[in-house]
């Protein structure tokens, strides 16, 4: 594992298990030969997926998926309690582009689960618990100018909800999925990137500070497609979310990045998985976090795999977070597991730490603030992610927040 730095009340860790490395293969840890350092993914990537929630066990916390994650936060998603509970509602409001279309369907639709199945038992809980899908579609080789918005409203309660992007190939499209209002929320959002099609995906976890959101995303990118995942984080109780992607052909790019922010009490979880099992596709990972607060935590796991048959593949993920006060923790994982030594490159890294004193003395050296300073060294920290959402309008919304967020901070 490259570039680890990890304080007091922080945990970083990481595994890499390689086959027989190659010309070319650029590993971010020691060996060649079949070599497992800490933790292998297989526990994680090798989970037989179901829609079948019985097909889970109930969870107990001792389980590798589920040992960051208090259970008891979780309003019963995990155990059945939930989905006998009283169901909420959710508003929802749509800013659709002429030629995208959204529509309600049933589970019969022959569009639900083709990105992807349920691989823990709050994602199968969902499928089997939601009464109706909402699917947007961008028709073929359409160029959109401005974004999709799907804003959704917690109103209190449970709610399951299954939502699928169907990006048609050759088309282009940013689609925001916002979340606000409070609730317990379980969901499967499914991302369905036609061939050649280019998807940026962001996905705002804005809730209020008593709501817990669990997601599974499952992306499905095409051949010579490009997928663009942001995920942004500030809100909620317990927000735990799981990333996929899968690749249906050569040459497929994915790109993930996220930004969370977590204040006293709050766990905030993102789990990862890239399954490279197609030739000649790529991807890129760089989530950073911020933690203010007593018992602060937020938890980022990383999981790449690239199979025998993943001839050609790059890939890199990266993960940095900043503790901005005592009292908050970090779990911080970067997984790595390659079958094949014949790749362009792999790697990760993962580093904690707190403000950089020489920036922080650069910027008073020159006149500002202490405060203001701590300011711009954090805007700075997370500006690069905030533009790779290409919408200015939007990046602009994020920055707000971020700035609100360090008015607690500083």
């Given at each position: 594992m490259a570039d680890v730095n990890t304080p007091t009340g922080s945990t970083t860790a990481g595994s890499i298990e390689v086959g027989t490395a190659g010309a070319g293969a650029q590993l971010a840890g020691p060996g060649t030969g079949r070599t497992a350092v800490q933790q292998p993914i297989d526990a994680r990537v090798a989970v037989k997926p179901s829609f079948d929630v019985n097909d889970f066990p109930v969870p107990t916390g001792r389980e590798e998926d589920w040992r960051f994650t208090p259970l008891h936060r979780l309003g019963g998603l995990h155990d059945g309690t939930a989905a006998a509970g009283e169901r909420g509602a959710d508003k929802v409001e749509f800013t659709l582009p002429e030629g995208v279309t959204a529509e309600t369907v049933g589970r019969d639709d022959a569009r639900l689960g083709k990105a992807g199945?349920?691989?823990?038992?709050?994602?199968?809980?969902?499928?089997?618990?939601?009464?109706?899908?909402?699917?947007?579609?961008?028709?073929?080789?359409?160029?959109?100018?401005?974004?999709?918005?799907?804003?959704?409203?917690?109103?209190?309660g449970v709610r399951f909800a299954h939502v699928v992007i169907d990006v048609k190939p050759f088309a282009e499209a940013v689609v925001v999925l916002n979340h606000a209002g409070t609730g317990t929320r379980a969901a499967n959002v499914e991302l369905l990137v036609g061939d050649g099609a280019k998807l940026t995906f962001v996905s705002v976890q804005d809730w209020e500070r008593d709501a817990v959101h669990v997601a599974q995303h499952n992306a499905l990118v095409g051949r010579d497609a490009s997928y663009k995942s942001v995920v942004v984080t500030f809100g909620g109780d317990l927000?735990?979310?799981?990333?996929?992607?899968?690749?249906?052909?050569?040459?497929?790019?994915?790109?993930?990045?996220?930004?969370?922010?977590?204040?006293?009490?709050?766990?905030?979880?993102?789990?990862?998985?890239?399954?490279?099992?197609?030739?000649?596709?790529?991807?890129?990972?760089?989530?950073?976090?911020?933690?203010?607060?007593?018992?602060?935590?937020?938890?980022?796991v990383g999981d790449v795999l690239i199979r025998a048959a993943a001839l050609g593949t790059d890939t890199y993920e990266l993960n940095r977070n900043l503790v901005l006060t005592d009292g908050a923790r970090v779990d911080s994982i970067p997984n790595l597991e390659i079958e094949t030594g014949e790749i362009v490159g792999a790697g990760h890294a993962s580093a904690t730490g707190r403000f950089d004193d020489e920036q922080l003395f650069y910027l008073q050296a020159r006149g500002i603030p202490a405060d203001e300073a701590r300011r711009l060294v954090v805007r700075g920290f997370f500006a690069e992610l905030l533009q790779q959402i290409g919408v200015a309008e939007v990046q602009e919304q994020l920055m707000e927040k971020i700035d609100a967020e360090l008015e607690a901070a500083v």
């Amino acid at each position: 594992m490259a570039d680890v730095n990890t304080p007091t009340g922080s945990t970083t860790a990481g595994s890499i298990e390689v086959g027989t490395a190659g010309a070319g293969a650029q590993l971010a840890g020691p060996g060649t030969g079949r070599t497992a350092v800490q933790q292998p993914i297989d526990a994680r990537v090798a989970v037989k997926p179901s829609f079948d929630v019985n097909d889970f066990p109930v969870p107990t916390g001792r389980e590798e998926d589920w040992r960051f994650t208090p259970l008891h936060r979780l309003g019963g998603l995990h155990d059945g309690t939930a989905a006998a509970g009283e169901r909420g509602a959710d508003k929802v409001e749509f800013t659709l582009p002429e030629g995208v279309t959204a529509e309600t369907v049933g589970r019969d639709d022959a569009r639900l689960g083709k990105a992807g199945t349920p691989v823990d038992r709050v994602a199968a809980q969902a499928f089997s618990a939601f009464e109706q899908a909402l699917v947007v579609t961008v028709p073929k080789e359409t160029v959109l100018t401005e974004p999709v918005r799907i804003d959704v409203r917690g109103e209190g309660g449970v709610r399951f909800a299954h939502v699928v992007i169907d990006v048609k190939p050759f088309a282009e499209a940013v689609v925001v999925l916002n979340h606000a209002g409070t609730g317990t929320r379980a969901a499967n959002v499914e991302l369905l990137v036609g061939d050649g099609a280019k998807l940026t995906f962001v996905s705002v976890q804005d809730w209020e500070r008593d709501a817990v959101h669990v997601a599974q995303h499952n992306a499905l990118v095409g051949r010579d497609a490009s997928y663009k995942s942001v995920v942004v984080t500030f809100g909620g109780d317990l927000v735990r979310l799981h990333p996929r992607v899968n690749y249906a052909g050569p040459g497929g790019e994915a790109e993930l990045f996220g930004l969370y922010f977590a204040d006293a009490g709050q766990h905030l979880e993102h789990r990862l998985v890239i399954d490279h099992d197609t030739p000649h596709c790529r991807s890129n990972v760089a989530y950073k976090g911020a933690l203010q607060g007593q018992d602060a935590h937020a938890v980022w796991v990383g999981d790449v795999l690239i199979r025998a048959a993943a001839l050609g593949t790059d890939t890199y993920e990266l993960n940095r977070n900043l503790v901005l006060t005592d009292g908050a923790r970090v779990d911080s994982i970067p997984n790595l597991e390659i079958e094949t030594g014949e790749i362009v490159g792999a790697g990760h890294a993962s580093a904690t730490g707190r403000f950089d004193d020489e920036q922080l003395f650069y910027l008073q050296a020159r006149g500002i603030p202490a405060d203001e300073a701590r300011r711009l060294v954090v805007r700075g920290f997370f500006a690069e992610l905030l533009q790779q959402i290409g919408v200015a309008e939007v990046q602009e919304q994020l920055m707000e927040k971020i700035d609100a967020e360090l008015e607690a901070a500083v």
